[in-house]
């Protein structure tokens, strides 16, 4: 799209969201492809010395796939300077040359070797990418907040909350972190951005309203950004967010059983389309959070944000947003999981709020569900599973070696662990072989 929108409205078709204003899809794209919103991080070196950290004696050849694998990033589908896309060239506080992290290092995945912005990353180790890329020469240290815990996973609610404890409610720096009851075993799998145009609530306990922009804006607050900076790139981030509201999902790309599938189709509205809603022209997304006792899946995201940083973020320039009916907004503390809508479910894998569940085979069989797994991490054709529909894993028969440096171990989901847990959405388990392959051959359509 490369006419300039001047207003732009979404009457919400699906259950969705109205929003009203000048806002530019295309001058969205542009931004985010091109715009650092952060100081650089690191010098450009670390990016071509950071192979040090690897334990290698030279510097690998194909250095560029070498690193992206590494680190779980993928090919800038952009003009990106020679970076992956989630990097970006930047200036440092000197005005020297430098790089920064930016929205793809998390919502910028790839599958069958195709990139994607707004499909989530789910190979990404930003831990590992971090403490290596921070690491080099004298300025060896460790990262302030822990980024992970098991790889593909982040820990964004929990380093957005991190961030504000940082501030003042003014939003000046504090002398000494506020208490915010912070945790970092959240576990959280990046959502795909397409589904937020169907949204009225977005994140994955459904507690911040979808037509929120500073919501997006929560990581641009580094230390050395000041409320007047921000307060002048909303109008960027709005046309931003127009981008994001313009995108699709990418179809499936292998042959469909359509028998099949129309069987899958009947058993889908049966069962699914209370919580996920239905597809097609007249499809409606009922936008329903559903509650922990019925939900059953891991509760630790749900119940992680505090009443008093809720306050806290409610009380600073953030929570202070309006509304497209010119009122304040309102966020809450849902105590459950947003049911997602599943346009594009194919490409989305791995499931549930924590990537818990490999395939979309997992989600409709909780008694198929492995305790320990890993996976290569890669997301060619050779690592895609189309007939369990996710991603091919190999089962392991215990948790990591505590041993093993952390790179390594983060490659091993355990399912014991706080945030990890695999139980819960058991609503497949009584349908049939058949009817489970029937129903995941409709998901592929979706």
Known sequence: MRRRVMVLVLLGLCGGWAITWAADPERGRTALTTRAFNVAIWPRSAYDEVWKQWGVSEKPAGYAAAFAERYGLHPAPYENDGLPMGLRPAKTVLGGRGITNDCMIC???????????????????????????SGLGDRQRKVLFPFTNVRGTSEAAAMAIFLFSLRTAALPRRPQPLALGLRADLGEDPPAWWLLKKKRTMYHDGGTPAHSVRSLMQ??????????????????????????????????PYPIDETRAARGKLLFEQRCATCHGTYGPDGKYPNKIVELDEIGTDPTRALAITERAKTHYEATWFGAELGPDGQKMTYRLPRGYQAPPLDGIWATAPYFHNGSAPTLYHVLNSEAR??????????????????????????????????????????????????????????????????RRDLIEYLKKL
Do not use: C
């Not at 921000?230 to 931003?240: C, R, S, V």
């Not at 290569?376 to 599973?385: E, L, P, V, W």
């Not at 989901?413 to 049939?432: A, C, E, I, S």
């Open 107 to 133: 919502h910028g995945g790839s599958i069958l070797g195709q990139s994607y912005i707004g499909l989530g990353n789910s190979s990404l180790d930003i831990e590992a990418l971090f403490e290596e890329m």
């Open 219 to 252: 990581f641009t607050l580094s230390p050395l950004t000041t409320l007047a900076q921000l307060k002048a790139m909303e109008p960027t981030f709005q046309d931003i967010q127009a981008f994001i509201l313009s995108l699709e999902p990418p179809p499936y």
């Open 370 to 435: 492995p305790t320990y797994f890993t996976r290569s991490y890669r997301t060619g054709a050779a690592d895609y599973d189309p007939s369990r529909v996710g991603w091919k894993i190999e089962v392991l028969d215990g948790p990591a070696d505590s041993s093993l440096p952390g790179i390594e171990r983060r490659r091993v989901y355990d399912t014991t662990q706080p945030g990890q847990g695999n139980g819960g959405h058991t609503f497949g388990d009584g349908l049939t072989e058949q009817e």
